[in-house]
């Protein structure tokens, strides 16, 4: 299926514009990785007996005469989250052109709602970034298309722009960053807390088994749905000691005693950023070798609000980012309900660089 | 009603499926790049002209009718491309359609038509005139000849003539002047231009990509004309570009010439251009002069350039840096993994070892490649073709491989194995224009047909060829899920 309408001299397509990488470099680590080069992604969502496509990357352009000017990207897909709804997400359009914001804003958002409706969605989604004070470490979106995040490029006043078209924010994220030294330094008192726990590195298999298992009750990353899988479970390949899980140190059995987890990765932007190619997976040889200078945590859970925990778990990561002489860690997905993260995380002398807020627009019948 | 000179007209191969389930197929969708040109051409002179595409038409109007539009625009000429032998049935179905629906002359171009010009002529009537070999001023002589006289005066034209045929004894070669006055990107002259930019890719079927987000947007770049070499399965080959238009060489356009299409694809969005033309890759310092005037034009699109041998790591940077890695692809054909067969069949032989050493230079530039290998070439044995599967799993396993296929080799008419079947191990099923016809009838119609390939080798029967790449994608499928799975749950990075 895909987008193809012409309208009041806009137009709306599936298209994803060679531009868009050059000014906005981009990684995709989604579904169908492979086939991105060939210029088509493929996945099915399924939901209440339909199959439907998952991806849509929305292009808006603008006739000029003959000549056509895109204005706007959006790569957007659907989702279903826990309530077993179906949801349109769009991640933060991105602006090719300025000058024609709400023109291009009232088309987009005409079709997008008309899409929805048409598709039995009623909730549309949108991931807009903000405060950005630093390089952000992969991945910086929700979903499988993250951009290496640039000032000019993703503005503040973008937000406000889409408040005004009705989107309500529902949720913020943060993430925050901090050196591994300063981490170290901070920590140097507590190191006996740490230590109250011991971290067992798991595979990629145990790892999904116990993201599975663990239950609410858990303080944890955040993540749109824990039942669809593709949006539930980043496609991340298994970097040396990324993967572990915390248990108290008297504990033995290794499901019924987890206390925490983290699956950190390296920010794989360091590699590719270089416009040298939106799919590193594909060239994955030279992950091996690089010396990448900055870890990011995007999955951890614990299980109860203790700082002994938060501190182990802080403890181990770093000690497994300097074997593999990272300097630097960001530590993402944080809902701004958890402020007990937040308070820990200050502690240690971590501040916060990016803000993902969550908006959510009703979709009128 | 608007009233046209000349209209092209694409003829797309369909293809119907016996089992209610499966859904009817329209393939081989690429227009011959040349076909834009002459539209273009024509506009230039002053004719109303424009190319309709059957099959974009038909996906995405379902009222579509052809003969409603002949109707409708009552053209005086209507050129059909039979340029490719696929659309043997379509194109002479379409030009029934015409005579019956007009008066309209009907003209064939393309190699297909260019190689059974007088079978094509003698035995359908709808019909009138065959261009053989390059059109250009053969279209504008066509045009100026009132009433169907003076078509002597017409260059490379094959005519009915009362009860007979004739053959223009004029010949028109085109030359790099010729090929640089014209303009192969007046892509609007195309109905649904704007689909067929976003839905035809390499992959030949025209589906509505059911389930699949398209990102790209293709457009296809002539770079010149020719070959120098004879593959033993090509009917683009340098004997078979002498025997149907008579060019000896090849012949390149200028490259700002070139420069100057790619700008304007870039301004029609099209993010990704298809590059087919590398004649001599020994020296390809047309590329590097190119790819830097892209460069300094700051030119932003991608490009699937299709290299017909192997080439040194400087062409590998310098394509690296001038074009968009979004869609950017390196295409190979190594056909076997067999030294020996590849040796007897290609023009441009390469070892295992040198294609191995180049896959490593792609690894390190980070370029993802695209192979095509194949089954059923002349004196090839079950036991070769297993070192093609041999060969293609170590591809797979070590190197960013984004797509990685395997077809039976293709009859193409004037082809060495096609002239010459004796000499390269083959016996021929179909050998006729009317064995294509009948071949592609029988597949639109959803009938048996008598060969699939037209075609089986001294070692190597047709279901064999079949069934020896049915095992290849078989294979190529479990290796890349392997590789990956191996990938995301067994690496230690």
Redesign the interface.
Known sequence: ??F?IRENGFKI??????????EAPFIYTGPDF???????????INNKNR?I?????ITI?KFQG???V?QMFCFSFFYVNDEDDLIFYLTHPFWFDRSNMKDTMDFFIMQIEGFANKMNCNQIELEIHENFTSCIAYPTSLSHLSYYLNRDRFQADDLKFFQRYGFNEVNSLFCYEQCLEGIEKNLKDKISDAKKYKAKII???DFIKIKDKINNSFIKAFSLSTKDLIVSHR??????KSMFILNKKNKTSMNSSINGFVQWVPNLFELFRK?????P????????DFPFKCGKIINWAIDEERDELVIALMYHTINMMKKRGIKKCQFGFIHNKQDFMYNILKFCGFSKVHTIKLLKRKVLE | MKKYDFLFIHPSTHIKNISPKINNIVTYTIIPVGTVALADLLIREGYETMIIHTGIEQIYNRNFNLEDLIKKYDPLIVGIDLHWYVHSYDAIHISSLVKRLSNAFVVFGGFTASYFAEEILSNFMSVDAVICGDAELPLLKLLKCKDGEDFREVPNLVYRSGESLKRSKYRYVANSSDLNRLNFSNLHLLSNFDEYRRNISQFGDLDPFKDKAKLKTQGWLCLGRGCSVNCSYCGGGKDAFQLLTGRREPVFRAKERVLEELARFEEMKISCVYMDFDPFPEKRDYYHDLFDMIRREKIDISSQFLLWSLSDRNFLRDFNRTFNPLYSTLTLSPESGSEYIRKLNKGFYYSNSELLRWLENIKREMIPIQLYFTSGLSWETVSHFEETIKLAKRIVEEYPVVSISCNPIELEPASPRFLSPKKYGISLKTRKFIDFYNVFKGLAEGLPIHSQLGYETNYLSEPLIIELSQQFREIMSSVQYNKWEKFFFKSNL
């Open positions: 299926m895909t193809n397509e599936s298209r994803l514009p060679t531009a868009l990488f050059n492979m086939s991105f080069p060939l210029g088509m992604i493929s996945d099915i199959s496509q998952r991806f849509f990357p352009s003959k000549i056509l895109d595979n990629q298999s496609l991340l390949p298994p970097f040396n416009r040298c190619s939106p799919i997976y594909l060239h994955y040889h030279n992950f091996k």
